[in-house]
């Protein structure tokens, strides 16, 4: 079955506390993105992946990293959270970047 | 500055009559517009989309309009049904290369389909 896989699905963290979210996806696809969405301000862009070893800073990157070591993978790293970065994570693969993009379940992260 | 607005936070159809979900957009760059549904818990999935070459886009019971002047597009559901209820986020990609250029979306408007 085509997917996006992330885990974990729900963390609670500590300021401070490194965390890794991982991302996979079993299509092949080339371009890769993170998302945070929050009440009242929808969905916004984090970091994308364009291909292997090839990422950049999307619209809200501050205390994001991410890395792009094969194709299939796509983690998300917060070396030192915040509580301002409670909110709910979505990777996303597509073919390129102007196709469709097809989006995990979400991650809920919880930064105390 | 929101380049995409989604200008209702919410809205309430009856079963059964047209559901339409507006949006607006401000850059003129933007030639590829896409519809995500999305539920509680789950991530978004795509529904429909148009390219700046078109007016209008339809599949099944979901049309979606663009007017290039106007920078607006709507999502036309007819006839609503209760599993449409839902997050319908408006989203688009600009041409070229370059920039942090995935998708811009809006804020989401949630569909309520009244029985």
């Known amino acids: 079955e085509a997917q996006v896989t992330q885990n974990p699905r729900y963390l609670i963290t500590v300021t401070g506390k490194k965390l890794t979210v991982t991302c996979s996806q079993n299509m092949n696809h080339e371009y890769m993105s993170w998302y945070r969405q929050d009440p009242g301000l929808g969905l916004r862009q984090i970091y994308y992946?364009?291909?292997?070893?090839?990422?950049d800073k999307g619209d809200v990157p501050e205390g994001y990293k991410v890395s792009r070591k094969e194709k299939r993978n796509f983690p998300l790293i917060l070396e030192s959270p915040s509580p301002n970065q409670t909110s709910l994570y979505f990777c996303?693969?597509?073919?390129?970047?102007?196709?469709?993009?097809?989006f995990g379940p979400g991650t809920r992260l919880l930064v105390l | 500055d929101q380049q995409v607005k989604q200008n209702s936070p919410s809205l309430s159809v009856q079963e059964g009559r047209i559901s339409i979900l507006n949006c607006d957009y401000t850059?003129?760059?933007?030639?590829?517009f896409l519809w995500y549904k999305k539920y509680p818990a789950e991530g978004p999935t795509f529904l429909i989309s148009i390219s700046s070459i078109k007016d209008k886009n339809e599949d099944g019971r979901f049309t979606v309009f663009l007017n290039k002047s106007a920078k607006h597009l709507s999502l036309h559901i007819v006839p609503s049904q209760p599993g449409d209820s839902a997050v319908y986020f408006c989203?688009?990609?600009?041409?070229?290369?370059?920039?942090?250029?995935?998708?811009?979306f809006g804020k989401g408007t949630h569909l309520i389909i009244q029985p």
């Open positions: 850059n003129s760059m933007f030639d590829y």
């Open positions: 992946s364009m291909n292997v070893e090839v990422t």
């Open positions: 996303a693969s597509s073919l390129d970047r102007q196709e469709t993009q097809y």
């Open positions: 989203a688009a990609i600009p041409g070229g290369g370059g920039g942090a250029d995935g998708l811009t």
